[in-house]
Structures are given as C-alpha cells and as structure tokens.
C-alpha cells in the first residue's frame, strides 16, 4: 500500500482530475479549502501547502479505490443486463449416488410431466390455433411440440440454485423417501417424490481403487402420476482414471417395455498436473422396446457465460441446439440456436406463466403450454 501512495504521490498531476474536480471531492469528504493557518498541539503552524501534500496521496488513493470499484465491480456482480447469472454447472454437484438419483428424480420427472396426457392435449389445441395464425407446417409444429418437452429441463439447468433433495417418510411399501425440486427460470419449481428401497451390491477401497455399486426400485410420484422406477450406481476408479455406470428410468407402461431413461456418461483422466473431465447425460425414450427419441444434455462455458447443449435425435433426424438464459424487454427468456432440421437457426423462448412463446429469428412464432399452466385448460375449455 505504501509503494502504491508514494507511486501515485509521485504521479499526482497526471493522475488527479482538475481543480473543480478536486473541490468537489472534499466537500464530499467534508473537507474545506482553505488559507487559515492550522494549528498542531505541538505548536507552530501549517499552511495550506503542507496541508495539500498531505491530502493528494490520500485523495488519491480514494480515487484510485473509486476507479477501482467501478472498473472491477460490475466485472465481479456479472454482465449486463443481456445476460444471468446462471446457477453454476449442476452436473458438478452429483457426486455420489444420492445426488445422482435425487437428479434423475428431478430431470426424468420433469420430461414425464411435460410428456403427459394433459401437456398432450394442450399442445395439440394450441397446434391448431397456431396453424391458422400463422400457417405453420405440421412438420414445424412437431418439431416445437419435441422442443417443449425439455423446456422444463432446460429451465432447470439453467435456473439459479441447486437441486433440492429433502428425506421424506416411504410410501407404497418402499422403505426410503426423497423429495426434490428443480428450480425454473420465475423463481417457483416443481416437486417430485421418489419412494425406493436401496440394493446395496459391492463396495470396496485400496489405495488408489475404489469401487461403488448401489442400486435402487421404487416409484417415482410426479404430482400427476406415479411411476415404476429403478437405478443403478456403479463407479470404479484405479490410478487416476475412473469409469462409471449410472442409471435412473421411469417405466411408462405396465410390461416395462416402454421406459424414460437417462445415463450418466462420465470421463476422468489425470496425467501429470493436468486433469481432462467430460460429463454428459442422455435420455432415451423407449416404446414398446424400441428407442424412438435420445437427446444428449452438457455444458459449456463460452466466453464467460455457461450455456447449455442439447441435442436431439428422433426419426433419423439430429437437431442440435445451444441455450443460454437472460432478459430481454423486461422478460425472462432463454435465447437459442443450432441446427434443425439441416437447417441454421435462432429463436427465443418467453418465460411466462402461462406458457412459452417461442419467437422464431424469420417472424414467426408459436405458443406451448408450461408444466405448471394448470389454468389454461380451464380457459381453453371457456
């Protein structure tokens, strides 16, 4: 501190602002300038002169913290007002298998209840609206209606704040109970309930391996149906390496041959001081045991900002698309882009309560439903 005063005490004409500039910071510091001789308790006197060669390092100093508060602070609360701060990568945070399943509870609940009946109804009603309006393809609708089923996902992803797992009482002859939420973009969530029961298989450390196995069967509850579920938790690490195998599905049917599932794909190599790390998850859709849907979710940090990657395969065709979340025109919005269909394209989704709008960079448009628009069908209905 002493180098930077006498650094700047030396440099106090190049650096100081003008004399008005100047004045108007000591009356701010409640400081006069004045001619009156000062008077020390030890006696003599001290003029305004020795007085300034006392005030220039101090106000510049001041100065130089000011500069330095407005130059590094906006830097270090975030961007503009373009941009969110996002709530951090969340596939960092599962780090065993309670995490994990607590994860899977939440991402494969929120694809369930956006796929159900109701969202079902809701979307085909607004299809037609919109085919009318805005004589949109059938091939362009099913491309959106594929799309707002992960806007729940995507939401949460990108939402501030971490999973919420909380223990909770068993349920339906299950031993275990967890509740967990999965924070959106409006600052409300939804909540889903897993009732399980635990298979503990194999576990085992020595030294440097180490090696997990912990599987579970039970029913996930989504608020508008109870599914049958199971998981598998199984990791293994030797000499800076680790492997993994990890699972939660949902069954949607009764003979188990339809399923929602989502797998971890984890990779974790050290050499030396450096460490290489890729974190994926895929969910695949089955129906009658043939895989009809598989869209892969991962982050990435461009320039600062984490964004997050989805990609979706579905009738042979692969749609690839980047979100990032923010404001605009006082909205919260997630602002899109990629590949669909072979072709380039950009969009973004208005957050509302009673929706998404997705605004399309030709002009057009469309409107989904929410997984939380529990009004709309009334409405709809009137």
């Given at each position: 501190m002493?180098?930077i005063?006498?650094?700047?005490?030396?440099?106090a004409?190049?650096v100081?602002?003008?004399?008005?500039?100047?004045?108007?910071?000591m009356?701010e510091?409640?400081?006069q300038?004045?001619?009156?001789?000062?008077?020390?308790?030890?006696?003599?006197?001290?003029?305004l002169?020795?007085k300034?060669?006392?005030l220039?390092?101090a106000?510049a100093?001041?100065l130089?913290?000011?500069l330095?508060?407005?130059?590094?602070?906006p830097?270090f609360l975030?961007?503009?007002?373009?941009?969110?701060?996002?709530?951090?990568?969340?596939f960092a945070?599962i780090?065993?298998?309670d995490?994990?399943?607590?994860y899977?509870?939440a991402?494969?609940g929120s694809?369930l209840a956006?796929?159900?009946?109701?969202a079902t109804a809701?979307?085909?009603a607004?299809?037609?609206?919109?085919a009318?309006?805005d004589?949109?393809?059938?091939?362009?609708d099913a491309r959106?209606?594929?799309?707002?089923?992960?806007?729940?996902l995507?939401e949460g992803?990108?939402?501030e704040g971490?999973?919420?797992?909380?223990s909770?009482?068993?349920g339906?002859g299950?031993?275990?109970g967890?509740?967990v939420?999965?924070?959106?973009?409006?600052g409300?969530?939804?909540?889903?309930?897993?009732y399980?029961?635990?298979?503990f298989?194999s576990?085992?450390?020595?030294g440097?391996?180490?090696?997990?196995?912990?599987?579970?069967?039970?029913?996930?509850?989504?608020?508008g149906?109870?599914?049958?579920?199971e998981g598998?938790?199984?990791?293994?690490?030797e000499?800076?390496e680790?492997?993994?195998e990890?699972?939660?599905?949902a069954?949607?049917?009764?003979s188990?041959?339809?399923?929602?599932?989502?797998?971890?794909k984890y990779?974790?190599?050290?050499?030396?001081?450096?460490?290489?790390?890729?974190q994926?998850y895929?969910?695949?859709?089955?129906?009658?045991?043939?895989?009809?849907?598989?869209?892969?979710?991962e982050?990435e940090s461009?320039e600062g900002?984490?964004?997050l990657?989805?990609?979706?395969?579905?009738d042979g065709?692969?749609e690839?698309l980047?979100?990032?979340n923010g404001?605009?025109?006082?909205?919260?919005?997630?602002?899109a882009?990629?590949?669909?269909?072979?072709?380039?394209?950009?969009f973004?989704?208005y957050?509302?309560?009673?929706?998404?709008?997705?605004a399309?960079?030709?002009g057009?448009?469309?409107d989904?439903g929410?997984?939380d628009?529990?009004?709309?069908?009334?409405?709809?209905?009137?």
């Amino acid at each position: 501190m002493k180098n930077i005063k006498k650094l700047l005490s030396e440099q106090a004409d190049a650096v100081l602002p003008d004399k008005e500039v100047k004045q108007k910071v000591m009356r701010e510091l409640g400081l006069q300038e004045k001619e009156a001789v000062l008077a020390p308790a030890h006696g003599g006197g001290m003029r305004l002169r020795d007085k300034r060669k006392i005030l220039i390092p101090a106000a510049a100093a001041l100065l130089a913290i000011a500069l330095f508060l407005c130059i590094f602070l906006p830097i270090f609360l975030g961007k503009g007002s373009g941009g969110l701060n996002p709530g951090g990568n969340k596939f960092a945070e599962i780090t065993d298998a309670d995490s994990f399943y607590a994860y899977g509870a939440a991402s494969v609940g929120s694809l369930l209840a956006s796929s159900g009946d109701t969202a079902t109804a809701q979307s085909k009603a607004l299809s037609s609206v919109r085919a009318v309006a805005d004589a949109k393809s059938e091939a362009d609708d099913a491309r959106v209606e594929t799309l707002n089923r992960y806007m729940t996902l995507v939401e949460g992803l990108l939402s501030e704040g971490s999973i919420v797992a909380e223990s909770a009482a068993g349920g339906f002859g299950y031993e275990f109970g967890m509740t967990v939420k999965l924070n959106d973009l409006l600052g409300g969530g939804a909540a889903y309930t897993l009732y399980y029961d635990k298979i503990f298989r194999s576990g085992e450390s020595d030294g440097d391996e180490r090696e997990e196995s912990y599987a579970i069967v039970g029913i996930l509850s989504t608020g508008g149906g109870e599914y049958a579920v199971e998981g598998n938790y199984q990791t293994e690490s030797e000499d800076g390496e680790e492997e993994s195998e990890l699972y939660f599905k949902a069954f949607t049917d009764d003979s188990g041959s339809s399923c929602i599932e989502v797998e971890q794909k984890y990779e974790n190599e050290s050499e030396g001081n450096e460490t290489e790390t890729e974190q994926e998850y895929v969910y695949s859709v089955y129906e009658r045991g043939e895989l009809v849907e598989r869209t892969t979710a991962e982050y990435e940090s461009e320039e600062g900002e984490l964004e997050l990657l989805l990609t979706i395969e579905k009738d042979g065709v692969r749609e690839a698309l980047q979100f990032r979340n923010g404001r605009e025109n006082g909205e919260n919005v997630l602002f899109a882009s990629g590949t669909i269909g072979g072709e380039r394209i950009r969009f973004t989704v208005y957050i509302r309560e009673n929706g998404y709008h997705y605004a399309f960079s030709d002009g057009s448009s469309s409107d989904q439903g929410r997984y939380d628009d529990d009004d709309e069908d009334d409405d709809d209905e009137d």
